[in-house]
């Protein structure tokens, strides 16, 4: 249900996915992604995450963004009526912030060399709606 922007290495074509916010349920196995719930009925949702670019390690992580008292159903997210028990990147549009001097970006910088190859420069491909 979120927005992510893709990028790819002019050199190697790696690509890069940057975005969100994106649903999790947390399982016996760990935070697991939740993708195309759609506006669901389902309590399967314990939380939001994003990937972030880490513009000191030169790549892209994953920060949980908010985490719900209980589980909730995909209508409680996306109306803004789910519990929430803990956000960690506050609200910030920008999704800049700096943690332990570590910037999270919500974009990759212009000129980046992909950390691949280490050659080519990562340009911005496309926008996607999940
Ligand atoms: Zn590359």
């Known amino acids: 249900m979120g927005t992510f922007s ?4 002019e050199n190697c ?5 940057l975005g969100g916010p994106q ?10 992604m939740i993708r195309h719930t759609g506006i669901g009925m389902r309590n399967n ?3 939001l995450w994003l990937w972030l670019w ?4 030169h790549k892209v992580v994953r920060r949980v963004l908010m985490e719900y008292e209980r589980k909730c ?6 109306g803004n009526r789910a519990p929430v028990k803990l956000a960690y990147l506050g609200d910030s549009s920008e999704w800049l912030i700096d943690d332990k001097e570590q910037p999270l970006l ?8 992909c950390p691949s190859c ?13």
């Open 118 to 130: 280490k050659k080519g420069k990562i340009e911005f491909d496309q926008q996607i709606q999940t």
């Open 73 to 78: 159903a995909s209508f409680e997210v996306w």
């Open 54 to 57: 880490d513009n000191s390690a």
């Open 23 to 32: 649903e999790f349920g947390n399982t016996w196995f760990g935070r697991r």
């Open 13 to 17: 074509n790696k690509k890069f996915e």
């Open 106 to 113: 919500g974009e990759i910088p212009e000129g980046e060399i």
């Open 45 to 47: 949702i314990s939380g």
């Open 6 to 9: 893709q990028y790819k290495c």
